[in-house]
């Protein structure tokens, strides 16, 4: 079945920028919507940013509106996350994640989203 792999990962300095990708496995990636959420020691998990299956539509967390940008490559089967004025709060393991279902609209809650991947670490600190 379908797998996710995250990378890019690492330490930055606060006002920082860094860029995960999330690899997939499998021949429907296109079809569904993908996210990503983020998830601090004692935290629950938290939507970050999602993008759509069709038309390349975004939503993001108020929380990091303007700083981040999530973009999805379907020939290359990966979905990115660049981070730009990177602040200390953003610190947490960054999980990549695919819809339960294929061509359903973006959704930013975990329940709706069936796929996982092993998540990596984003620490900012000076």
């Known amino acids: 079945q379908v797998q996710l792999v995250e990378s890019g990962g690492g330490l930055v300095e606060p006002g920082g920028s860094l860029r995960l990708s999330c690899a997939a496995s499998?021949?429907?990636?296109?079809?569904?919507?993908m996210a990503w959420f983020r998830q601090a020691p004692g935290k629950e998990r938290e939507f970050v940013a999602a993008?759509?299956?069709?038309?390349?539509?975004?939503a993001y967390a108020d929380s990091v509106k303007g700083r981040f940008t999530i973009s999805r490559d379907n020939a290359k089967n990966t979905v990115s996350l660049q981070m730009n004025s990177l602040k200390p709060e953003d610190t947490s393991v960054y999980y990549c994640?695919?819809?339960?279902?294929?061509?359903?609209?973006?959704?930013?809650?975990?329940?709706?989203?069936?796929?996982w991947g092993q998540g990596t670490q984003v620490t900012v600190s000076s």
């Open positions: 994640a695919r819809a339960r279902r294929p061509y359903v609209n973006i959704a930013t809650r975990t329940s709706e989203y069936e796929v």
């Open positions: 499998g021949r429907t990636f296109s079809y569904y919507s």
């Open positions: 993008v759509t299956w069709s038309d390349g539509s975004t």
